[in-house]
């Protein structure tokens, strides 16, 4: 079973998604507050594959994404959240 991650950002709202072939397994939401911080708001696990560190997967690929473009993170999210303070490089992507 190959697992995809998918990518949409319209400068306003991100989407990150992963997928099991066709199946979508869970999904990260984030919004842009202007265009160096944006919030991730929810993090979200099928319950049939919640477990196997989806959610994390998908919280590591906003972090990349942020590293990318040079942006600040605020993990509104409490999983993100939980994510973000437990990683100590990921800790310097928070928003102060």
Same mark, same amino acid.
């Given at each position: 079973m190959?697992?995809? *991650? $998918? ?11 992963? &997928?099991? @072939? @066709?199946?979508?397994?869970? @999904?990260?939401? &984030?919004?842009?507050?202007? %265009? /160096?911080?944006?919030? *991730? %708001? ?11 560190? &989806?959610? $994390? ?5 906003a972090?990349?994404?942020? $590293?990318?473009? +040079?942006?600040?993170? *605020?993990? +509104?999210? /409490? ?5 973000? @303070? ?11």
């Open positions: 190959d697992k995809a *991650i $998918k990518h949409e950002d319209n400068g306003k709202v991100g989407r990150i998604t992963l &997928y099991d @072939e @066709e199946t979508l397994i869970g @999904e990260l939401i &984030y919004l842009w507050n202007g %265009t /160096s911080t944006f919030t *991730i %708001t929810s993090t979200e696990v099928n319950p049939a594959h919640r477990g196997n560190g &989806y959610a $994390k997967t998908l919280v590591l690929k972090a990349e994404i942020a $590293k990318e473009r +040079q942006a600040k993170v *605020i993990p +509104q999210c /409490s999983y993100a959240r939980a994510v973000f @303070e437990r990683a100590p490089d990921l800790r310097a992507l928070i928003a102060k």
